[in-house]
């Protein structure tokens, strides 16, 4: 079964502090990709970054940074000194090998980042 | 400026009223979606489009019915809803449909609420 698990329902931060958003996948594919997205209240989903399988190198971008660990299925987000503007549902998301455009969804980690 | 973009933003229906939602993507995409996001629920992924062409239906009810005349434009006809199909529509694009890690961007979203 393909599965997308983000335990996280919501998460509340104080300003400038880091804050980790979990993300775990069941998966038999070999190959296969993983996502993230952030939804701010204007309802876009905006894209944030796509992951193949067989690149485990954790990736950095600003103040976001990935971290992917096969040995544990979990592909987790975390956003260094988070920003009022970082208030969103953040989604995380797994394409198999078979039917790509079929994302499997997580049910989506609201963050809420208070000045 | 959003490369999809969806108009009405907000639509408020009765249940024997006809509308539609429109989508547009300027992002030279050849895969076009429909997503429903309801509250609490994971994103649905409604149909799929590929170069005009109805690749995927998600055993939606006859009341929804996708249009798309060209790879740039998709319609969704909306007709005797129920209160229940109030949700967030979202329209997405592509690449393409298939192949590995494609990517979907969507738009803003169309809230939809049915009375």
């Known amino acids: 079964a393909q599965k997308v698990t983000q335990a996280q329902t919501e998460i509340s931060v104080v300003e400038k502090e880091d804050v980790t958003l979990d993300c775990v996948y069941e998966?038999?594919?070999?190959?296969?990709?993983l996502f993230w997205y952030k939804q701010p209240p204007s309802g876009e989903l905006v894209f944030l970054i796509r992951?193949?399988?067989?690149?485990?190198q954790n990736e950095i971008s600003g103040r976001y940074s990935w971290n992917f660990q096969k040995s544990t299925s979990s592909f987790n987000f975390t956003i260094t000194a988070s920003q009022v503007v970082d208030s969103a549902v953040y989604f995380c998301?797994?394409?198999?090998?078979?039917?790509?455009?079929?994302?499997?969804f997580g049910t989506g980690t609201r963050l809420k980042v208070l000045a | 400026e959003t490369g999809v973009t969806q108009t009405p933003r907000h639509l408020v229906m009765g249940m024997t009223n006809k509308k539609s939602l429109k989508c547009e993507q300027h992002l030279g995409h050849n895969a076009m979606y429909w997503y429903k996001q309801s509250a609490k629920k994971p994103l649905e992924l409604m149909f799929v489009y590929s170069l005009e062409e109805r690749v995927e239906n998600n055993s939606v009810p006859s009341r929804f019915s996708p249009e798309c005349p060209n790879s740039s434009h998709l319609f969704l006809h909306l007709h005797t809803l129920q209160p229940e199909d109030s949700a967030l529509y979202l329209c997405?694009?592509?690449?393409?449909?298939?192949?590995?890690?494609?990517?979907?961007?969507f738009g803003e979203g169309s809230w939809l609420t049915v009375v």
């Open positions: 997405a694009s592509s690449q393409d449909y298939r192949g590995p890690g494609n990517t979907i961007y």
């Open positions: 998966t038999r594919d070999t190959t296969y990709y």
């Open positions: 998301a797994l394409t198999p090998t078979s039917g790509t455009y079929k994302y499997i």
């Open positions: 992951r193949n399988s067989f690149d485990e």
